[in-house]
């Protein structure tokens, strides 16, 4: 029973009907500064699948934060018409909204035709990630700047929102006034403690001044920044405690490390090779210590887990914000009881904050249909109900399936092997990845739910579908490892990852890796060998390791890698191979490079698309359409958004 997670909670003077909640995070979804349709759907759609409160994305309250236009921006009013639509389309599902307010001080990174703008930050700061050095910011700005916060509040107040929430987390401008290594000022923003929470104080004084009574006014923060000179929370707990004192706030939104170093910004967002809600320690550590509520948000990916978090003690509210992403129906599922349902975030990372990095709106690899919701609103019904087959049954054939079966078409799928899963059965076999599997579990167990025919161990021929039994048939058929050939690989033992990952090769003690692909393959291999006890190289022709990769799932593998003793090659493209020596040209210079003492060559270098059986379906002139790696070998990202597109074409 979820007694605790579906009981309500009052928010200084906001009630919410329970204590799940999506955190404040970018969406990419804003033209020009100012929130979409786009975004409006996205948010509304966690609402309508149950969750409690929804705190849409930061947005910039004064000139010094802006950035992008796809980052909102609260310095003008021209937001109010779209921001009113999100807060009314939030309501309308019974949950609440706050509207977060965000200054990233010395990590805005500005560019208007190609110039980079100034960033600013208490004092003079060299920020490791975004290689800024900020100016300090003088008193007038600083009241500029608090001015700002004041009136962007006002403008989410105005568009109907129940509440505001002030960022001092993950090292933004607040962060580091609070922060003594940093701020280095010598007026009453800097030196002892009082000095330094004096601008955050003066936001959330002129707030709480300004904001009706009935509005709720909250503060998150990272206790602890979890890196080398970051915050800690013998530092931020007692900032919290003085706030909670003076009433300045109704709530805590507990989260962790900064974006101040690659290293720490993993904790923004972390990957699945960290335990889940690996933060909950601060979080139970402040809840002692205030009398107001304590939100939480990292790696809470179940609403059991929840349910137990909130039980012990540790938090008033959970963040499962991808949680959410995966299935925007979660809190609702969780409420009728229907867990087993819900399709769980695996923390890949890929498609939230990694679309995110890309510049492009966030999505789920598990669910592309998420942050898509108008683009599927669209789409009209099929004319009738077709008989399909689905060949192939990895996760672009799975979700070809469902997609198909969820407009009342009659789907068959066919596996040529005994499991379903395909790419993804190797994928959860790597240190760190185990939890990758749980894709084609909660794709195996939507296509239960959804009453597809499934046969296991049958491969498919052209003259099974010409006998008249289909209207049309999706090839999901995958792809075959790919080999370099040529007589500059004789005599070398020479082996494909997936060989490796399924355990039928030997690869001795000294391996060189050469990876093509940019992506998790090579990195996990490296690891796992290592762990072994193997000397392992691993060689990329790119100018760094896992280019393809998102950046807190690479950055937490090369740390892991370079912990184990693993060598890091970069710029060498692979020429060949003989005896135990393997040769690399220098990808810019043309250089040799040698590596010797190798026992085995083994290749990240991608895979071929299966296309026996198009070519044979071709000639027949049934409706035919190719999804994931038959039409092109890309990630399980692509896989899934093609079954799911294909399904909506029949
Ligand atoms: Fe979770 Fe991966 Fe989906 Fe992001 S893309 S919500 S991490 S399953």
Redesign the pocket.
Known sequence: MLTHLFSPLNIGPVTVKNRIFSTGHQTMMCANGLPTDRMIAYQAAKARGGAGLIITESSRPHKTALQHGLFMDMTTNTCIPQLTRMAEAIHEHGAKVFGQLGHSGALAVRMIDGIRRTSFSASTMFDQRYKNVARPLDQDMIADIIEGYRLSALLYIEAGYDGVEIMANHGVLPSQFLNPRLNQRTDQYGGNGENRMRFLVEILQTLRDGLPATKALGVRFSLDEREEGGLVPEETIPVCEALAARDLVDYFNVTGGTMQTCASAINV?P??SYDVSHLESDSGALRARVNKPVFYAGRINQPQQAEELLRSGALDMAGMT??M??DPNMARKAEQGRVDDIIA??????????HLHNGVPV?????PE?GRELELAAIPDPERSKRVLIVGGGPAGMKAALSAAGRGHQVVLCEAGPRLGGAALLAQMLPGREEFGG?ITNLEHQLHLAGVKLHLNSRIEAADVTGGAYDAVILATGATAHMPDGETFESAQMVHVNQVLEGTVNVGARVVIFDWRGDWPALGLSEMLAREGCYVRLVSEDPAIGQLMQTYVRDTWLGRCHKLGVEFIHNACLFGAQDDSVYFMHSQSREPIILEDVDTLILSTGSVPDIQLEEELKQTGIELHLVGDCLSPRSA?EAIYEGWQAGLKL
Do not use: D, K, V
Request: proline residues 4%; charged residues 10%.
């Open positions: 967002t990957p699945m991808r949680a992403i995966a975030c695996i923390a890949c990372n890929q498609a939230c904050i990694g999505s789920c690899i598990q669910s998420t894709l990202e």
